[in-house]
Antibody, heavy 116, light 113 residues
Framework: EVQLLESGGGLVQPGGSLRLSCEAS????????MTWVRQAPGKGLEWVSAISGSGSTTYYADSVKGRVTISRDNSKNTVYLQMNSPRAEDTAVYYC?????????WGQGTLVTVSS | EIVLTQTPVSLSVSPGQPASISCKSSQSLLHTDGKTYLHWHLQKPGQPPQLLIY???KRVSGVPDRFSGSGSGTDFTLQISRVEAEDVGVYYCMQTIQLPRLTFGQGTKVEIK
C-alpha cells in the first residue's frame, strides 16, 4: 500500500523560509515522479511542482517559480519542497502526491501559514 | 496549459436522487497510447482528495457502482445514480496527459438536501 506522509508545515513569516518533507513507502520510490499540490483555504487544488524519479528534472508552476525548490533523497524515500520568501498567497495545505500505475495517491497534507 | 472547466459549481441533491457533474477540457485528453487521461477525485470534508475514477470510466477498487464516468476527447461526465449521505464533498476532475504538470477543475460541491 502506497503511503505518503508530509511534515514541516507551520507558521512562517513573509520573507522567511520553510522546508516541507514527504516520506513515502509501499512502492519503488526512485522509479516515480513525485508531485506537490496545494490547496488554499476554501479554494481548489493547484499543482505546485514535480520531480523526476532520479531527481535530475524538476518542474514548477509559474506561480511559485523562483521561490520554491523541489528535491528528493532516494536513499531516504523522501521528497522535499523548500519554500523561500513565501508570500501570504502561499498559505495553503500542501499535499504530496504521485501516480503509480493507474492510481493517484495523496498524503494527508501539511498546513503552511504565511503571516507576520 | 490545459484548462478544465467543471459545472455546476455546487449541487444540492435529495438522498436517492441522481447527480451529474460535467468537466470540459480545453484540449483533447486522448493520448497516442489510446488512453484518455481524465480522472475524478472526491474530497470529503476535512480530508485529502481520494481517487474515485481513473481514465474516464474505471472505478477504483472499493468505489460503489453508483459512481460512473463517461466521455471522450474533451467532454466528460461523472454521474452518481443514487446519492447517499456519504457522497457529500467536493468533486474534482484532473488531467494527467501533460504529466508531470497536472491541472484540476475548479471543483463541484455536492450537498444533501
Amino acid at each position: 500500500e502506497v503511503q505518503l506522509l508530509e511534515s514541516g508545515g507551520g507558521l512562517v513569516q513573509p520573507g522567511g523560509s520553510l522546508r516541507l518533507s514527504c516520506e513515502a513507502s509501499g512502492f519503488d520510490f526512485s522509479s516515480y515522479v513525485m508531485t506537490w499540490v496545494r490547496q488554499a483555504p476554501g479554494k481548489g487544488l493547484e499543482w505546485v511542482s514535480a520531480i523526476s524519479g532520479s531527481g535530475s528534472t524538476t518542474y514548477y508552476a509559474d506561480s511559485v517559480k523562483g521561490r520554491v525548490t523541489i528535491s528528493r533523497d532516494n536513499s531516504k524515500n523522501t521528497v522535499y519542497l523548500q519554500m523561500n520568501s513565501p508570500r501570504a498567497e502561499d498559505t495553503a495545505v500542501y499535499y504530496c502526491a504521485n501516480k503509480v500505475g493507474a492510481t493517484f495517491n495523496w498524503g494527508q497534507g501539511t498546513l503552511v501559514t504565511v503571516s507576520s | 496549459e490545459i484548462v478544465l472547466t467543471q459545472t455546476p459549481v455546487s449541487l444540492s441533491v435529495s438522498p436517492g436522487q441522481p447527480a451529474s457533474i460535467s468537466c470540459k477540457s480545453s484540449q483533447s485528453l486522448l493520448h497516442t497510447d489510446g488512453k484518455t487521461y481524465l480522472h475524478w477525485h472526491l474530497q470529503k470534508p476535512g480530508q485529502p482528495p481520494q481517487l474515485l475514477i481513473y481514465e474516464v470510466s474505471k472505478r477504483v477498487s472499493g468505489v460503489p457502482d453508483r459512481f460512473s464516468g463517461s466521455g471522450s476527447g474533451t467532454d466528460f461526465t461523472l454521474q452518481i445514480s443514487r446519492v447517499e449521505a456519504e457522497d457529500v464533498g467536493v468533486y474534482y476532475c484532473m488531467q494527467t496527459i501533460q504529466l508531470p504538470r497536472l491541472t484540476f477543475g475548479q471543483g463541484t460541491k455536492v450537498e444533501i438536501k
